[in-house]
Every structure is written in C-alpha cells, then in structure tokens.
C-alpha cells in the first residue's frame, strides 16, 4: 500500500529502529513507548487488522506470533512476563491500520488495561 506508514517503515523509506526482520516479519521499537520494551511487530505484508489478518489463513498469524516471541526473548523480557497486544478497530484505540502486535515488557502491568 502506498499511503501506509508501516508499508513504508517496511519499504525503508521511513527510519524505524528495527530489532528483528524475517521473510515475513518486521519488528522495530514503538516511537512513543509505554514501557522499557515497547516494540511493534508487522507482518511485511499489508493487512489492515488481526481479523484481516486471520481471514488470510496462509500461516502469516503464526509467523507474527512466533516473531513476537523472538522478540521478546532478544529484548530479555520472556522470562519475567511480557504482553502481546493487537489494538483491532477504533473502540481498542487502533490508529495504524497496518496491523501491528505490541510487545510490552520490562515493568509490572497492569490488569486489565484501561
Ligand atoms: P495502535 O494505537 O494502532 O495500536 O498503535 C500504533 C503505535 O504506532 C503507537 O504505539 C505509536 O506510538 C506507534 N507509531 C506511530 N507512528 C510511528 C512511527 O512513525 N514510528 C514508530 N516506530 N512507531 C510509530
Ligand atoms: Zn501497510
């Protein structure tokens, strides 16, 4: 998509702090973040939520999840507890329509999120 900021972040015509790429994955630091590891992970392709990106069935999901996870291994939060979050339509308070999962860590949080 040309007018998406995370197909651009993926493009590299906008700067992001990337800690992970695979095939199909991106994963770069949130650039307002919420906790001492706040990082946004995307699948390189665009869909614009977690249902779109469901309904794709192609194993994209699985990927997300499973980079999310490496994610959180490489950033040290996995052992202490971390939180995958896919905000999904404007009621969760999603504002990017590239779907994304934060991965949150390194502090105690909360339950349940406001
Ligand atoms: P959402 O509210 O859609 O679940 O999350 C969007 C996230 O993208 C927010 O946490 C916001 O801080 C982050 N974000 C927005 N624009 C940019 C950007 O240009 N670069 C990076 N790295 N993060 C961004
Ligand atoms: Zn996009």
Excluded: S
Excluded at 54 to 65: K, S, T, V
Excluded at 76 to 105: D, K
Aim: glycine letters at 8%; aromatic letters at 4%; hydrophobic letters at 45%.
């Amino acid at each position: 998509m040309t007018d998406c900021l995370f197909c651009k972040i993926v493009a590299k015509e906008i700067p992001a702090e990337i800690v992970l790429e695979t095939d199909r994955a991106l994963a770069f630091r949130d650039i307002n973040p919420q906790a001492p590891t706040h990082v946004l992970v995307i699948p390189k392709e665009h869909h614009p939520d977690a249902a779109a990106l469901a309904e794709a069935d192609d194993g994209l999901a699985d990927d997300l999840l499973k980079a999310a996870h490496a994610v959180a291994v490489q950033e040290g939060v996995a052992e202490a507890g971390y939180r995958v979050v896919l905000n999904t339509g404007p009621a969760a308070g999603q504002t990017v329509f590239h779907v994304h999962a934060h991965v949150v860590g390194g502090r105690d949080l909360g339950w349940p999120p406001g």
